[in-house]
């Protein structure tokens, strides 16, 4: 697919995917959405890929889901329209490897819920989050409603969804929204570092472990519990887990596939 709107670069199995609509602060329209979709499918048929860095071009991450397209939606448009955001969302969060949102600035709405979507968050201090939906007559509607309470808890999430009240970078780190606040020049050089590090451990194991809280998360405590154990066993079946053990017992740094 030719993307207009999004950029690509990849780099020793870490690709950082760059939303670039910057005139309109990296809005999500029916093409952005569209062009993630199909972006994170392709990433998701990498196998050589670890790591994804997702960030905004300019002075937003993304100022939400586009307003102007939003704003003449019937209702029939509206369910297909928050269909779309949540199934692009879903993408990001399903990917065999982790994301990590380096959250450059405005992060509003859609563009807080797609930090959500990602697995870490680093915010710039420029950085400010919320969801300021129902200000504008609706709910979030790209998961909001249900990541954000299981990010953060469910009386701060009542309190930015009902009261729409933005949050700077440093309350959203004091409440777990973000792992950490970095200067705006520090931002992907943090994120860069963080997602070398998830490179150098075993891919399978990453995997094995992103999916195990994911699904677990979703799951009651049983059901969750055997999730873990099935990911557990599985590591026995594969090379990294007798390289990394063996690298352990001989001293030496590990070299996993
Ligand atoms: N949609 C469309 N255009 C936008 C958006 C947006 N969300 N945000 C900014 N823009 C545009 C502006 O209209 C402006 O365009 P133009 O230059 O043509 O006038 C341009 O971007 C620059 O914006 P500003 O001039 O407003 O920049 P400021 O620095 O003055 O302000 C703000 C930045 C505070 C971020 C301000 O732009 C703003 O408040 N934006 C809207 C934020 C918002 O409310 N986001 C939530 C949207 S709702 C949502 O995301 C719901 C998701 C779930 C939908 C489910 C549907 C079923």
């Known amino acids: 697919m030719d993307y207009q709107y999004l950029l690509l670069e990849k780099e020793n199995g870490i690709a950082t995917v760059t939303i670039n609509k910057p005139k309109s602060l990296n809005a999500l329209n029916s093409q952005v959405l569209d062009e993630l979709n199909a972006m994170f499918t392709e990433l998701d048929q990498d196998e050589d890929l670890k790591v994804v860095i997702l960030t905004g071009e300019g002075k937003a991450f993304v100022a939400g889901a586009d307003i102007s397209e939003m704003s003449t939606l019937t209702s029939e448009e509206g369910f297909a329209f928050g269909q779309k955001g949540m199934d692009?969302?879903?993408?990001?969060?399903?990917?065999?490897?982790?994301?990590?949102?380096?959250?450059n600035g405005f992060a509003l709405g859609g563009g807080c819920e797609?930090?959500?979507?990602?697995?870490?968050?680093?915010a710039s201090e420029k950085a400010l989050f919320g969801q300021p939906e129902v200000g504008l007559g609706i709910t979030p509607g790209f998961g909001g409603t249900q990541r954000l309470p299981r990010t953060v808890g469910v009386g701060i999430a009542k309190e930015m969804i009902l009261a729409a009240v933005n949050i700077k970078a440093d309350r959203a780190y004091e409440i777990g929204l973000v792992n950490k606040v970095v200067a705006p020049e520090e931002l992907m050089a943090e994120a860069k570092k963080l997602a070398e590090t998830i490179a150098s451990k075993s891919p399978v194991a990453v995997k094995y472990a992103k999916n195990a809280i994911n699904a677990g998360l979703q799951?009651?405590?049983?059901?969750a519990m055997d999730i873990e154990k099935s990911k557990f066993g599985l590591c026995f079946a594969t090379d990294d887990q007798t390289e990394g053990m063996a690298a352990f017992l001989e001293k030496r740094a590990p070299e996993f596939k």
């Open 114 to 122: 797609l930090s959500l979507a990602c697995d870490i968050r680093i």
């Open 88 to 103: 692009t969302f879903m993408k990001v969060e399903r990917l065999h490897v982790p994301v990590i949102a380096a959250v």
């Open 219 to 223: 799951a009651d405590i049983d059901t």
